[in-house]
């Protein structure tokens, strides 16, 4: 299994005036040299949506750029003649995606409204909660929004990233159980009865792998094909997918992270 490095993504976050989902349009250029067609398929949207008298809303529409060849002079996709506006960063289903590949924006927005939550935390412990009640409410309010759609992103976070996550979980332990600065944050987990957020991330990672693995699962088909077994069957540790190669991380998807970490 290889990876496109000079692939990027063209794709479109279309609204309707209507009360209907979004809708994304995306397409994968193979090379610098290849041609974009995505104006056609945007063509062909739209024609289908004025069919069944549906309104594409072209101010909630945003074109965005991802991958390194993002820098050449690609036309402005229009929609009846009216330009789309390109984007470096937008929010696609609760994950701001950012035209870079970089996570920074999306975490620094969960870590933001986490936070922000702390201050609820802190009003329950000044009502006389019993840390019982107040963990379960860190572990069903606030933890998931420092968790959502992690596997996605969990594969190419930083040190940096990781620490300041982390931090929230250790205020909340702090505001919970009262314990002092001087007290290890694995002491606070160990004696809290939790994990740490990258021990989660991980192991949320790992199960979702194990779902995607399933013939049934509507992801299979991101699996490469599996080796073959007449080879695997002479190796004293074989894995039943290749190993991808990455030259950096940034490209990393949750898939092949799996593929690297879990088989």
Sequence with gaps: MTSKYNSFYLFIILGFAFD??????????????????????LNQFSTCADENNMQINCTKTKEMILGSTSKRDWPVLTIHGTPLERVSVDKLLGAFISA??????????????????????????????????LL???????????????????PTLTKSQIECLEAVQRRAIKIIFCYSSSTSYLTTLELAGILSLQARRVDLSKRLF???????????????????IA?????????VYPRPSLRTKRYCSAVSYALLNFQ
């Design 210 to 228: 194990r779902n995607i693995c399933r013939p049934d699962n509507s992801l299979y088909h991101l699996l490469p094909p599996p080796r073959d």
């Design 231 to 239: 080879v695997t069957s002479r190796l004293r540790k074989p894995t």
């Design 20 to 41: 209907v989902d979004d809708t994304t349009l995306s397409e994968i250029i193979a090379s610098s040299s290849s041609v974009s067609n995505m104006q056609s398929l």
């Design 100 to 133: 870079d590949l970089r996570w920074e924006t999306h975490t620094e927005y969960i870590i933001s409204k986490a936070a922000s939550r702390l201050y609820f935390l802190k009003q329950l412990k000044r009502a006389g909660l019993s840390s019982s009640h």
């Design 136 to 154: 379960h409410f860190y572990i069903t309010v606030i933890r998931p929004v420092l968790e959502y759609a992690s596997p996605l992103w969990h």
